[in-house]
């Protein structure tokens, strides 16, 4: 019975040290996710000038005559969590970003029925997405809040630019061609997001958040140049391997 007592005494501190620390062991909580994600975007742009006179004529002229437009980035996520709280995340995604001018009302000298009476142009560009960005959750359940930061590549597929020319009849033309033909091949985003986690099941998530993406890199080398931005709101839904 004595060496039962003394058993218990040695070796319980050390059970349930050994049990804390099983408990507490990061690993336990590694997990690999993969998952799905889509996002329509609300996109503009942010135009600069070299200082010129002529440039800041451009600059001001497209300011009062362009608006945002809608868009959309879409693609897959690997998410490796490392613990309860972090996780690392990355992915490729199809972006078309951009943005548009707002109708115009066209003056001929010699008016004419060939001739349109409204215009407006829409300029999309497409990027090949690589986000890398780190996220923190809080919160316990299955409703769990988080946050995550990051940079993207943005490669550049193509960009085009789509006239759409309206007549006095009501009826229409659209013109499709390339937006421009010197645009840098990469380019980076900076992105900000902040959302809700909710679980589905042990091994399936779902999260809905607002995201906000820059681009910190110059569209063209030119006397006005334009970086994209988008605000949008992210769905996605994740499976988890291991």
Not at 98 to 108: H, M
Not at 129 to 158: H, M
Request: glycine share 8%; aromatic share 14%.
């Amino acid at each position: 019975m004595k060496q039962v007592v003394f058993s218990l005494l040695l070796f319980g501190p050390l059970a349930a040290t050994a049990q804390l620390i099983i408990k507490r062991n990061p690993a336990a909580h590694q997990q690999l996710w993969v998952g799905v994600t889509v996002s329509p975007d609300y996109n503009n742009r942010i135009l600069s000038s070299d200082g010129s006179i002529s440039a800041d004529i451009v600059k001001d002229s497209r300011n009062k005559r362009e608006v945002g437009q809608i868009g959309y980035t879409a693609g897959l996520t690997v998410n490796y969590t490392m613990n309860e709280k972090f996780s690392i995340e990355s992915g490729v995604q199809y972006a078309q970003k951009g943005y548009r001018t707002k109708k115009e009302s066209l003056v001929w000298p010699q008016p004419s029925p060939a001739f349109p009476t409204t215009s407006k142009f829409i300029y999309n560009y497409f990027f090949l997405d690589i986000p890398l960005q780190v996220k923190y959750t809080t919160g316990s359940g299955n409703c769990r809040f988080f946050y995550s930061a990051g940079l993207a590549l943005n490669i550049f597929l193509e960009g085009e630019a789509t006239g759409i020319f309206e007549y006095a009849n009501g009826s229409k033309d659209k013109s499709t061609g390339p937006a421009t033909t010197n645009e840098k091949k990469v380019s980076l985003s900076p992105l900000l997001s902040a959302g809700v986690d909710y679980t589905v099941k042990p091994n399936m998530h779902f999260r809905v958040a607002p995201i906000f993406r820059y681009g910190i890199t110059k569209m063209i080398d030119a006397p006005v140049s334009e970086r994209l931005w988008n605000a949008g709101l992210n769905f996605g839904f994740y499976y988890r391997l291991l």
